[in-house]
Every structure is written in C-alpha cells, then in structure tokens.
C-alpha cells in the first residue's frame, strides 16, 4: 500500500527535494521542529527499521550522513539530533521508513530530552540477558 512517502518519489505529492540516488530520497519536513529539519527515506516503502534490509539501511545512513553535513556547512547549526520513530507508541505517523536531520542551536529548545529514569543492577543484567538471548 502507498504511503504518503512513495507518492512524494512518484511525483504524486511535491515536495521540497535535497537529494536523491538509486536507493534513498531526502527532503524538506513540512512541518519542521527546526529550520532546516530534512527527512531521509528509503525508497522502497519498509514500515520500520526491523524491516529495512541490511544495504538499503548501509544506503540511508551514507545519506544521513552526507545531507547532515550538507545541512552543517550551509546552517551553521551547534549540533544536529538523528531521530527514527518506529511505532505510532514511538511517535511515527508515517509508516514508511525515514530518518530526520534536526539542526540544533543552543538554547533552542527544539526537542526535549527524556527525563532520566532510574536503575537496578539486577534488572539491567535481567533484561540484557532477554535482549541477547534474542540475537
Ligand atoms: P514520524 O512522526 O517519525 O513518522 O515523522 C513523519 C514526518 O513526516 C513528520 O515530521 C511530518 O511533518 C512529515 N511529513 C508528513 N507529510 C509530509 C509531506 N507531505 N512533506 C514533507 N514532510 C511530511
């Protein structure tokens, strides 16, 4: 099924282009959380990052990589956050993998940190030992 994403590639929908090669699409966010805040999708419509394949994922952070730096050269921002939602609990409304690029200034209060939470010992080593059972 078409996400809002694969009509931007077909030409369905406009969009504000950065970039583009065999395997990934970047582009302006229409409702950016920051000036300059630009999305980098995958060009086949994978729902989540479990479901990208491992050279498609390889294809989309070389372009993370390289339009953040594009975005650093031309915005002069402090810093930049790397985000990927997956699940609409994780707040991704768009069902079609992507990464966002959100130049960062001081002060901006752009993004908010999460509140750090606490620790046990016990239960960290508990659910690492889930986690790697499963890998
Ligand atoms: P997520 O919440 O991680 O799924 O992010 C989806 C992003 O897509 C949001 O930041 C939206 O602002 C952005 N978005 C949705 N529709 C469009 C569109 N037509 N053009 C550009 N960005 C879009």
């Not at 395997?23 to 086949?44: N, W, Y």
């Amino acid at each position: 099924m078409d996400t809002i994403f694969t009509r931007i590639i077909k030409g369905e929908i406009s969009c504000v282009r950065v970039y583009e090669d065999e395997h990934t699409f970047a582009f302006m966010d229409i409702a950016p959380a920051a000036r300059g805040h630009t999305l980098v999708i995958s060009k086949e419509p994978y729902p989540q990052l479990t479901d990208v394949p491992a050279d498609v994922l390889a294809a989309v952070a070389q372009t993370t990589k390289r339009v953040a730096q594009a975005i650093v050269l031309a915005l002069h921002p402090d810093g930049f956050n790397i985000v990927q939602n997956n699940g609409s609990a994780a707040g991704q409304t768009v069902f079609h993998y992507h990464v966002h690029i959100i130049p960062r200034w001081q002060g901006d209060n752009a993004l908010q940190h999460w509140p750090p939470g606490s620790s046990d010992a016990a239960e960290l080593q508990e659910l690492a030992d889930q986690i790697r059972a499963q890998l």
